[in-house]
């Protein structure tokens, strides 16, 4: 209808291309706003063209072979331009912040950004780009500061972004939480994942990209003093750049030398297998240096498994401690955090009735706290809001 609020919301990620939990955010909000009567979306996306209704961008030709953050804010400018006829710009994550920022200079649009990760606060990115670290905490610092408003996808997130950038007014950046489809995360007890990988016995789980604040290469060394009757399954994959890829593959493949029970499952799974994979886990491991939100934890709790997670950003929001699983702290020193790693797994592994009790109540947390409906109708108030 044309009274409908027209929306652009500008993604890296979009299907087939979601590797990330700020693009699982991204398809999941997109559905719940569309569900909204009265809003309009459409979706500009990195990776080419696309046959669901998405708007997709090759990065020009000019730059395939440029620095990833030069092909990323040449991308942002071809969808900037494409972008005229939205009435509110709404980017995820650095690499789409540009495309807002300069749509809203360009046409006066009003630009929302959502705080899914701060640059400042992972350093290590410089090893994935080098001298596009600069260029990608330039884009990000410039288009929170003129943002309309920052959707921080946690409290602690909210406070990072206060911290990072002290020019933003504390008034903009509000706080609306991620959420989980728990319809589509529910228990799925098909057994046929555990055949497929030859997984047997019982096992604790990760999920994550290959990359340093997922806080893998840690597990993986407080994995070595866990009893050897307990299993490891790693759906990880897509690792940042080469120096952690090699990391995380010795780290592995130096448990595997002495274990039979470990398991790196490389590909990403489709959704039914990674549901009964994550049902089927007696303990899901989330050793985050670093995570606004995490996605995954509320994933795992949809599916009634429990967590261990460590007590850093939003997890804290998200895993209610000694309720639907347990925190570990981590303080920025890696021998205490995995020696804390090492014993909480080892105690909470030999309690499996409690671990039964801690996935039952995430799955209620889950539901009574992180629906979508209730994401995206705070995010149409803040919407409105800005339109004025």
Known sequence: MSSDLKVGIVTKEWPPQVYGGAGVHVVQLTEALRSVSGISVEVHCFGGERSDGAFGYETPKEFASANPA??????????????????????????????GHTASLLYGTPHIVSAHSLEPLRPWKAEQLGGGYKISSWAEKTAYEAAAAIIAVSDGMRADVLSAYPNIDPAKVVTIRNGVDTTKFAPNHDDSVLKEFGITGRYAMFVGRITRQKGLAHLLRAWK?????????????????????NEVAALIAELQSTRSNVWWIKEMLPHDKLTAALTHADLFLCPSIYEPLGIVNLEAMGCETAVLGSRVGGIPEVVADTETGELVDYSGEAAPFEKALTESITRLMSQPELLKRYGVAGRLRAQKLFGWDAVAALTVDLYRKVIG
């Open 70 to 99: 030069l092909q990323a804010i040449a991308t942002d400018l071809a969808i900037a331009d494409n972008l005229s006829k939205v009435q509110l710009v709404h980017s995820h994550t650095w690499y789409a912040n540009m495309a």
């Open 225 to 245: 003093n866990v009893p050897a009757e307990y299993g490891l399954v790693l759906a990880a994959g897509s690792p940042d750049e080469e120096t952690i890829g």
